[in-house]
């Protein structure tokens, strides 16, 4: 695992200083412990993150062990990624629209139409969203879900989980369930560092 981008000791002191219900609900819920993946290869990290989709962890983990167990070594590789057939694909547990969408993602990263490591690096988070969105099947969910544990990047707020509604609901004791613009005007304030606050909303969701 790689470490953060950013201080884990200064981000939860600005929340806690920023927000008194953010204070409590890290003093209830304990240590910052977010980990980011820390993958050089974008194919690899991409590929994971749409065979988790809408998936329960365990589920989508035998989904991946088996799409993994397609290539040598158990690495997927791009290059060969792109002569998968959906049957294929689907053999081991993907969706169609899984498999189309792994396959596009393997035509954009052998066409290079995708920023490499180093030049994403330089992009903002939201360029970084406009590219990754490109693909079949990539949505801005995913494409955050890519700042926060592959980039490590620490301003990001997906006001479209449903995990983080909720834990936006619990934090605030709001009646009901915020929407993503509720959510979006809610944490305004626990920028610059709202993927800290994300991880711990998801938490919150988890009790």
Not at 58 to 76: D, H, M, V
Not at 166 to 172: E, P
Request: hydrophobic share 40%; glycine share 6%; aromatic share 8%.
């Amino acid at each position: 695992m790689s470490r953060l981008r950013y201080s884990r000791k200064q981000a939860v002191g600005t929340l806690k200083s920023n927000c008194q219900h953010m204070a409590g609900l890290i003093q209830a819920k304990g240590r910052f412990s977010l980990q980011v993946k820390g993958n050089t290869d974008l194919f690899i990290s991409l590929a994971s993150s749409i065979a988790y989709q809408q998936l329960s962890g365990k589920a989508a983990a035998t989904i991946y062990g088996r799409f993994e167990a397609l290539f040598e070594n158990n690495t997927p590789v791009a290059s060969e990624a792109v002569n998968l057939s959906v049957k294929t694909l689907r053999s081991v547990g993907l969706s169609n629209n899984k498999a189309l969408s792994i396959i596009d993602l393997a035509e954009h990263s052998c066409s290079g139409s995708l920023p490499n490591v180093r030049k994403m690096a330089s992009l903002d988070d939201q360029a970084i969203i406009e590219n990754l969105c490109r693909v079949r099947g990539i949505g801005p969910w995913t494409a955050q879900m890519h700042l926060i544990f592959s980039l490590g990047r620490p301003d990001v707020m997906p006001a479209t989980d449903l995990g983080i509604q909720k834990g936006v609901q619990m934090t605030y004791s709001l009646p009901e369930l915020p929407d993503p613009g509720q959510v979006l005007d809610l944490t305004l304030h626990l920028a610059p560092y709202r993927s800290v606050a994300s991880w711990y909303f998801w938490r919150a969701a988890d009790d």
